[in-house]
């Protein structure tokens, strides 16, 4: 029953990077994105509420409440899979391995799915610094029998080109400017 809660939680993320990633292919045929002329695609109401509800997901709260303890020096250092350490990746991993000025930031999810070993692998973006984008492993750890408690396993660069990043920065504006969106 548990394993079924923890996987309608990921589902739910992947639909939105289902919906979200249709919504930039179309708006990439629609509106060009690079040059004098690019465009930002039309906002849409049902795409804003769905961010909304998956921005509220306990993965990704938990993304936001590891990064202030990080800040403020109290991330526990000592679970076995910490995000601080970097050597454990091919790609530049670790919070220590990016200007915690980031981390200060609010960020907006880009993508979410079910990670190989179990939990979410979410993609994110720090919409006021957007040169890169980061992928995220968080892993539901039993807290007890009724509840999950999420801790991050991972904080990477993202294979994303720091262009890639600019176009889906640029895209994402539309909903990423708006005082309604809920950013963590």
């Known amino acids: 029953m548990k394993f079924t809660f923890t996987r309608a939680k990921v589902l739910g993320l992947s639909i939105l990077?289902?919906?979200?990633v249709v919504l930039f292919v179309l708006a990439l045929r629609t509106y060009p994105t690079h040059g004098a002329n690019a465009e930002i695609m039309p906002f849409d109401p049902q795409v804003l509420a769905e961010m909304n509800?998956?921005?509220q997901e306990p993965a990704v709260v938990a993304v936001r409440e590891q990064l202030n303890e990080y800040l403020a020096g109290t991330l526990d250092p000592n679970y076995e899979f910490t995000?601080?350490?970097k050597e454990m990746f091919d790609t530049q991993c670790g919070l220590d391995a990016f200007d915690r000025d980031y981390y200060e930031h609010k960020f907006a999810l880009i993508n979410g799915e079910d990670a190989k070993y179990g939990g979410a692998l979410l993609h994110i973006i720090f919409p006021d610094k957007p040169d890169r984008a980061f992928e995220v492993w968080m892993y539901p750890r039993a807290t007890s029998p009724n509840s999950?408690?999420?801790e991050m396993r991972m904080f990477c660069d993202s294979e994303l080109s720091p262009e890639a990043v600019g176009?889906?920065?640029n895209q994402m504006r539309v909903y990423t400017s708006r005082p309604d969106l809920i950013t963590l």
């Open 17 to 20: 990077a289902v919906v979200i």
């Open 53 to 55: 509800r998956v921005m």
């Open 83 to 85: 995000p601080v350490k």
């Open 148 to 150: 999950h408690e999420w």
């Open 167 to 169: 176009e889906i920065a």
